[in-house]
């Protein structure tokens, strides 16, 4: 049995737990809570700020077939818990950095998860997925491919509806194979 271990990271409200969800074969442990007022990001960021907040770790598995399982975890985008996010990438063979593209805080979304996952990008698999995507977003993906290459980071970035199965697996498929 092959099997690999893919984390899902990236600021809060950029679909990690709906990925999981979207693709997972068994029920998802989750660890959704409503939104408090600790939670300041997620009003800078989303017009209307959903309603729940991981705080823990999200997750789920799914079979490709009888030999190939992968394993995937989401961490809590919030900056109060990244203590947590080295200790749930250890051992990944696969890194997902999620970016909502519609974010008020876009720029420094992607400024600081590049910055904060640099190591990881240039040594892991890695793929950026960007969510909520509609052209007339079109000239923040520009901004995040000079900041890439800026930083010498060299993933595929593609846009997904993290809401669809198979757009997940598309870049679950694009680390395991
Ligand atoms: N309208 C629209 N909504 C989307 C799209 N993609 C994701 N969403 C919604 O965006 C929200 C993403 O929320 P979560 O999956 O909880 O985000 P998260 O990254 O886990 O956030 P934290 O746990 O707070 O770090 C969900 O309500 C999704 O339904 C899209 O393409 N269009
Ligand atoms: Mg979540």
Avoid at 74 to 79: D, E, Y
Avoid at 96 to 121: G, P
Avoid at 141 to 165: F, H, Q, S
Wanted: hydrophobic share 40%.
């Amino acid at each position: 049995m092959d099997e690999f271990k893919i984390l899902f990271a990236g600021p809060t409200g950029a679909g990690k737990t709906t990925a999981i969800n979207t693709v997972s074969d068994v029920s998802v442990v989750s660890t959704e809570v409503p939104r408090s007022s600790l939670d300041t990001e997620s009003e800078k960021s989303q017009l209307i700020p959903k309603n729940t907040v991981t705080i823990g770790i999200d997750y789920g598995e799914f079979s490709f077939d009888d030999n190939t399982r992968v394993r995937l975890y989401g961490v809590p985008g919030q900056l109060r818990f990244e203590f947590l996010w080295e200790l749930i990438h250890k051992g990944a063979s696969g890194t997902i950095i999620l970016f909502d593209i519609t974010s008020n805080a876009f720029s420094d979304e992607i400024d600081f998860f590049i910055n904060r996952f640099h190591e990881v990008l240039l040594t892991d698999k890695c793929i950026i997925g960007i969510s909520k995507y509609s052209d007339e977003y079109s000239p923040r993906v520009t901004e995040l491919l000079d900041l890439m290459g800026k930083y010498k980071v060299d993933v595929p970035v593609i846009a997904v509806d993290i809401r669809n199965k198979e757009d997940v697996l598309k870049l679950l498929t694009m680390l395991v194979k």
